[in-house]
């Protein structure tokens, strides 16, 4: 008995250890990333470990190309997860809410852009705008990013407001309000986290978005797209800069939201 | 026939209006933006949806507030699915016209449709290894994210405590710093002077891993190894959720039932733990393995011309040779293949774990 038990406490440190080499793994890149903004490269290339400095944090937006990319990046994720947001959230809400003929295929149909090759999605996007005779810019990357954005979103919130109590609103109807007025006072506050969470992260990936854009964009000039463009003739550090510092912006948010979903959760359970 | 009868004798099918105008729209929203109509036609076809949308007003307003609630859910769903028929479907449309149509010169950059099976023989034939390198690849990677993601998934969900959440929180955020800045920072690790190889080299494996096929002249970057090293990094996220998910599900006293009635702790772990993540691995593995096999940044920023993947080709022949017929032929070969697992897959494990 001792042997086996042995044994086990054995097979658990292995899988520990084959766990903690995972979160390593994860964080390895990271580690570069953020060590690599401190560097004070020779040549054009960001590559090599050449000397501590604290240059490039002094001088985040010293590449006006970059920054510039960066803001075109984030004005495009701003329009285009608030549009998604609210297309896709009606969607989670009409097949959470109600039970109607259809929904089985409209499951499927909101899953097949989540399951398509992205460079699929962008070449097939950019044929249609090409045959329309539709110019690339602003427009046509926030109509790409607004058709991904809403599958994610509305699986998203599906999945958040699973199991919400709907009786309650028919209890304030009850009472006598109106059915917009307990949407609006009752269902809306409770189901929001979850839309906010998911407007967060399809935020993330509307500012990430790389394959898409790059079929969509034209001569828009995004921040990844910078970032690829760069990549063939120079990696300055402040690319590592920036991105450590969005990385410091996006856990930022991810921490404040949790706390205030807790707090939040909290306050609901004490009342 | 009395007006009002029919329009009452519609109204008391509600489900069918709402569903009918949606496929309507769906429809109309397809044949305007693929360019099945042109011209007068597309005017009619505009005209026929908003009167659709009128009829279905006028519905809803004559009904009762049974009939509004059963019309609801298609009201709902109408933007998002206009935007998606629009935008998702119709270019798919236009896809499969333009990997049929055909190029007068190199230089027609309006190709007409014409029945170019040729394009499908070309995607086929030339681009064959491209193709075979994009499944292999995309097939190795999905096999290492289930070898690193269910350890780490399995101590976070039955390990993790009051701390699971906070592990998950590690395991994603990583994956808030820009994917290309990920990829190239992958580049520094592996370079020749950098600091893996030169661990490598301290510890005499160089000829082992040479053997092993994973270096390729002392060098580690610029190696099918290292595309599949960065495939399997950038989509692990995919693969540990998904698994995560479905270990919490499991209540940990099937175990402990397994363990009293004499199981071994391997035999608890394989007949008990294993099954019931199966449909998290499942679902990882697809979501794993479509965007690996359409990646082509990996391949660009972590290969060599030897291992362009079949999304290097599709971008290449695409944005810079512009010709569209091919790389469109590409990505139907693509999509054909990836909606045919995506299907089987629904089939039998429906649409949930996809999320």
Known sequence: MTAFSRRQRFGQRVINGIAGLGLFYIFLPILVIVLFSFNAPKGKFNIKWQGFTLDN?????????????????????????????????????????????????????????????????GSSLATLFINRGVSFGYVTVIIAHIMFQISFVAVTVRARIRGFDWTLEQAAMD??????????????????PGI????????????????????????????????????????????????????????????????LGNRRQRKLAGN | MNPTAGIARVAARPERVGLGVMFALAIGAVALGAKWVSGPASAVVAVFMLVAVIGLI?????????????????????PGILWLSLFFLAPLWSMVVMSLSSKESRFDFFPSFSWEWDNYRIALTDFRPQFLRSFGYAGVATLLTILIGFPLAYVIAFRGGKYRNILLGLVVIPFFTSYLIRTL??????????????????????GVLESLNIMDNGKLLNTPAAV????????????????????????????????DLYSSATAAFRKIVVPL??????????????????????????????????????????????????????????MFIITIAVLIYTKFMGTEDLA
């Open chain 1, 196 to 259: 906010l969470a998911a407007a967060l992260l399809s935020f993330a990936l509307s500012i990430d978005d790389f394959i898409i854009t790059f079929f969509n964009a034209g001569s828009l000039v995004t921040f990844p797209l910078q970032i690829f463009g760069a990549s063939r003739v120079a990696i300055p550090p402040q690319i590592n800069v920036l991105a450590t510092m969005l990385l410091i912006a996006s856990v930022s948010l991810m921490v404040a939201g949790t706390v």
């Open chain 2, 185 to 206: 920072a992958w580049g520094n690790i592996l370079a020749d002077e950098g600091p893996v190889v030169s661990i490598i080299d301290n510890l005499g494996l160089t």
């Open chain 2, 58 to 78: 006028w519905v809803a307003l004559v009904g009762g507030l049974e009939t509004r609630r059963t019309l609801a859910p298609y009201g709902l769903l109408k």
């Open chain 2, 277 to 334: 993540a199966l449909p998290g691995i499942f679902a990882g593995s697809l979501l794993v393995f479509i965007p690996a096999a359409g990646d082509f940044v990996n391949a660009q920023f972590l290969g060599n011309p030897q291992t362009t993947m079949i999304g290097n080709s599709i971008q290449d022949q695409f944005l810079r040779q512009l010709n569209y017929p091919v790389a469109s032929a590409m990505s139907f070969v693509l």
């Open chain 2, 228 to 259: 599949i090293g960065g495939l399997t990094y950038n989509f692990l996220p995919f693969m540990v959720l998904p698994i995560y998910v479905s270990l919490e599900k499991i209540d940990a006293r099937l175990v402990d039932a397994a363990m």
């Open chain 1, 175 to 192: 009472l006598g309000a109106t059915p917009s007025r307990a949407f609006w006072k009752i269902t809306f506050p409770l189901i929001l």
């Open chain 1, 57 to 121: 944090w002094a001088n985040p937006f010293a590449q006006e190309q970059l920054t510039s990319a960066l803001w075109v990046s984030l004005r495009i994720a701003l329009i285009s997860t608030f549009c998604a947001t609210i297309l896709g959230s009606l969607i989670a809400l009409a097949l959470s809410r109600y039970k109607f003929k259809g929904s089985g295929g409209i499951n499927l149909f909101l899953v097949l852009p989540l399951t398509s090759p992205e460079i699929v999605l």
